[in-house]
């Protein structure tokens, strides 16, 4: 008979970290693989399609990169919410709010100002939409105790639901014919891209320094440590006299803040317009949780897992073209990682044996 | 089932990371036997009784049922054989009633209307062995020795012939020890086999049969205790001859450092847990506030040190009024505070030992600049608390986690010293220490007061209280029964006042003379 013995495993290495996020990477891949398989595709040729896609080309890179830029600024935030424990479901609702700022300081002062001042404000703007969308639960979660899961995920919708409100109304555009939709940004707050691609190289530039800078504000700060201890023990920042609420305001406001920088990016750099918020964001706030997860909450490494992610958005919906395959495939495929790489804890945290027993 | 006659483990080692934690170690129990299994924190009782248990597995050695080998891979085989083990830490869900946390862990819970069954058997059992419980209760409005019942009969109900407790005691009062011993006997009386792991001297001589003493991992003796007595197992324990009691130096009496003054305090389930409590304390003084546990002493801590709201009344330290102020400006007045329970309160448990030696002194300025952390000390005072605490770890980038309880204390105890509060509120600061630690901490506590501090002591054992403190409080449903002095010779009747049926007093201030 076989038996599984487990146990608590004590030494956790950053390289074992590390090989047990690549195999539940393998793991995962060899699920969808399956997948594939039922419906109809050679999951080797696909899974290959995925990277070559992504990675495999100057147009595919400069694609990936293009869309990496949401998820590494908001995949950056959330690590910081994630580990004081404050799950923070809502950066897509977030993201859209810093959108709405955003582009409500674009129409009305972007006219009358150069692009040197007009971009500071439009990304100041973003930030503050996003962090007032993000410390509404944290208000209600430490004065009133309610479970941020539910009010982060819940005010997506009304993020949501408003910005289509001000876009069918208020803020419908002339040049739409009708359409919802706001009128273009002015070029002023048009973002500069590289030649020959989408890169709105400002909000990159922008994300690599929130990466640094919030790894510089977890390990190194006051505020990171007690967000830490928050997160490991409230118990124990309650006795260390750790101001709950004013450490989750910041937080929250950080981490909502760069996804409200995400939501500027997408709309001065991508669309130049604000439209129905799928067209805004295709779940960036949502695929940025993965990322984060796979970047094991460290906002540095938030850069490589938010490139990757972006990859599977580039490859997965080429393949979804090229192959024929349904429109939630890149869906599916972050779904089946994300579950994979959180079973992918268990094994780090665990020591799993198998061993023969003699009875 | 065969019904266990004798158990023998042979041989057993276990070592985590190249450490030692059982080597060689043999022992036997019979039925209707008391075994005391007796040692210092991380002598490597616990990590035996799980190999026995089946949560570990050795690495090598055997266990012998009635002379033949099994072999346990997981605590289900090991409930199948008849061993039942009730851990320190209860494992109950708080919001189930009783009987539905019996019914969870039965083996044989019936599918549908499990409570009905069961209700009959808990009954026999019950009056068998005299357990008083109300089956419908909720287990979080149980008291923690009625939680501790629960515990066991759930391993009875599994036909358990062996049952091992985990420190059964640390987390009882006086009155439920002497109720747990006595379910015990009557259980021993019935044939049944009983391991008794504790580092309590007195509790080993008055229940166990035997007694077997571990120290650093191996057996380094063991007894029949109607054959020894408490000095020659103290010694085998520590490994050298031990003086059971302190001198202490008589220091004159210094300034006034705290005064409360009629506090209220309301406990967790919104019934008041303090009543009116006025005290002073001096500098170069140890207070101790005695009595049965959950009479309201950790409700007062936690009001000194701003962790709960007081309802009325004032706290001041030097003068200064810090009446709910917030936990960090109370440290920042000079009042440091080892809390009762340690694990829950004093550290998180996931980040490494230097962030958990600056628990709650990272705002200093010797550790911060602006708002960045400045990790070189840290380390260096980590580091310099590891040494002069003793804390065993092989390293300070290791998750406090896995140190052993013992360790963790002291690590607390050091950082909360190590600042030279004007006030240390300590709570049962010796709680679950071995005899050596605990002498080391007392006399650092004794140090700590001879340099100038006062400290505000609550513990049940009140051996601790006549070694260290000049003056001592009574507290009795969250009242002062009375403030002696120790040398005062109607301390005789401490025990009364601890009942609550006498009142006594050599305190001004607690007697209203003063104002």
């Known amino acids: ?359 | 089932m065969i019904k266990i006659q004798r158990l023998e483990m042979k041989d057993i080692c276990k070592s985590f990371q190249g450490i030692h934690a059982n080597k060689d170690i043999n022992v036997e129990v019979n039925s209707g036997e008391i075994l005391g299994l007796l040692g210092e924190n991380g002598a490597g009782k616990t990590t035996l009784m799980n190999i026995l248990y089946g949560i570990y597995q050795p690495d090598s050695g055997s266990i012998l049922i009635n002379g033949k080998p099994v072999r346990i891979a997981n605590p289900l085989e090991s409930i199948n054989l008849g061993i039942g083990m009730v851990h320190q830490h209860f494992m109950l869900i708080q919001n189930h009633s009783v009987i539905e946390n019996i019914a969870l862990g039965y083996k044989d819970t019936p599918f549908l209307f499990p409570r009905k069954i069961l209700r009959q058997k808990i009954k026999s059992f019950s009056s068998q062995f005299d357990f008083q419980i109300d089956l419908d209760q909720k287990v979080w409005q149980l008291s923690a020795g009625e939680q501790q019942r629960v515990e066991i009969i759930k391993t009875l109900l599994n036909g358990a012939d062996l049952l091992i407790l985990d420190e059964p005691t640390s987390v009882l009062t006086a009155r439920e020890i002497k109720e747990l011993i006595d379910i015990l006997r009557r259980m021993k009386a019935d044939g049944h086999s009983v391991i008794f792991i504790s580092h309590k001297l007195n509790e080993i001589m008055e229940i166990c049969d035997h007694v077997t003493v571990l120290r650093k991992g191996r057996i380094v003796g063991g007894a029949q205790t109607k054959d020894t007595d408490k000095l020659g197992l103290a010694r085998m324990m520590v490994g050298k001859d031990v003086a059971l009691t302190m001198d202490r130096e008589k220091l004159p009496k210094g300034d006034r450092v705290l005064s409360v003054r009629n506090i209220h305090v309301t406990g967790d389930k919104g019934v008041a847990a303090v009543k009116n409590v006025s005290f002073e304390l001096y500098k170069n003084e140890i207070f101790g506030v005695a009595g049965v546990a959950g009479n309201g002493q950790r409700e007062l801590a936690e009001a000194i040190t701003g962790i709960r709201p007081i309802d009325s009344g004032k706290v001041r330290i030097n003068g200064r009024d810090i009446t709910n102020l917030s936990p960090r400006q109370i440290y920042d007045y000079g009042i440091s505070h080892v809390p009762e329970e340690r694990i829950r309160f004093g550290i998180a448990p996931g980040l490494f030992l230097y962030d958990n030696a600056i628990l709650k002194q990272h705002h200093l300025k010797k550790f911060s600049k602006w708002y960045f952390l400045n990790y070189e000390r840290i380390k260096l005072h980590t580091k310099s608390i590891i040494t002069e605490f003793r804390v065993a770890t092989h390293a300070i980038n290791n998750q406090i986690r896995n140190l052993s309880g013992g360790n963790i204390q002291k690590l607390i105890l050091g950082r909360e010293i190590s600042e030279q509060p004007q006030l240390l509120v300590a709570s049962h600061p010796t709680y679950g220490l071995d005899v050596g630690a605990t002498r080391f901490l007392r006399r650092h506590l004794l140090e700590l007061c001879r340099q100038g501090s006062a400290v505000l002591l609550f513990s049940e054992d009140l051996d601790e209280i006549f070694e260290l403190c000049d003056r001592v409080a009574v507290i009795f449903a969250g009242e002062f029964m009375g403030i002696l002095d120790t040398d005062d010779e109607r301390i005789n009747d401490i025990g009364m006042m601890m009942a609550g049926s006498k009142r006594m007093n050599s305190d001004p201030v607690e007697a209203g003379l003063t104002t």
């Open chain 1, 1 to 359: 008979m076989i038996r599984i013995i487990t146990s608590d495993r004590y030494n956790i290495t950053p390289l074992r970290s590390f090989m047990t996020n690549i195999a539940a990477l393998g793991a995962g891949i060899l699920a969808i693989s399956l997948i594939f398989l039922a419906a109809g595709v050679n999951p080797l040729y696909a899974v290959c399609q995925i990277f070559i896609e992504s990675f495999g080309s100057i147009y595919g890179i400069k694609e990936t990169i293009t869309k990496a830029i949401p998820l590494i600024l908001i995949g950056a935030g959330l690590t910081l919410a994630f580990r004081a424990k404050f799950w923070n479901i809502g950066a897509e609702g977030q993201l859209l709010m810093g959108a709405v700022f955003a582009t409500w300081t674009a129409q009305h002062l972007g006219p009358a100002l150069p692009p040197a001042l007009i971009v500071p404000l439009i990304f100041t703007a973003g930030f503050i939409g996003g962090a007032l969308w993000g410390i509404i639960p944290a208000i209600l979660k430490i004065k009133y105790a309610i479970n941020e899961v539910i009010t982060t995920l819940m005010l997506n919708y009304i993020c949501a639901e408003f910005l289509t409100m001000l876009i069918v109304g208020p803020w419908k555009g002339k040049t739409r014919f009708g359409f919802p939709g706001t009128d273009p940004l002015p070029d002023s707050a048009i973002l500069g891209v590289l030649p020959g691609s989408r890169i709105h190289y400002v909000t990159l530039i922008l994300a690599i320094i929130c990466s640094v800078g919030l790894c510089v504000l977890i390990y190194k700060t006051r505020f990171g440590y007690e967000a830490r201890v928050v997160g490991e023990n409230p118990d124990a920042g309650k006795y260390a006299g750790i101001d709950f609420l004013k450490t989750s305001l910041i937080l929250m406001a950080v981490s909502g803040g760069l996804a409200g920088l995400a939501g500027v990016g997408e709309v001065a750099g991508i669309h130049h317009y604000l439209g129905y918020p799928a067209s805004v964001s295709s779940g960036y706030g949502f695929t940025a949780i993965i990322v984060a997860w796979l970047a094991k909450l460290n906002p540095l490494f938030a850069i490589a897992s938010g490139l990757f992610f972006a990859g599977i958005i580039v490859g997965g919906d080429a393949i979804q073209i090229s192959l024929g395959l349904p429109a939630a495939t890149v869906e599916i495929v972050n779904g089946i990682l994300l579950i994979f790489l959180i079973m992918g804890d268990y094994f780090l945290y665990n020591k799993i044996q198998i061993c023969r027993s003699r009875a």
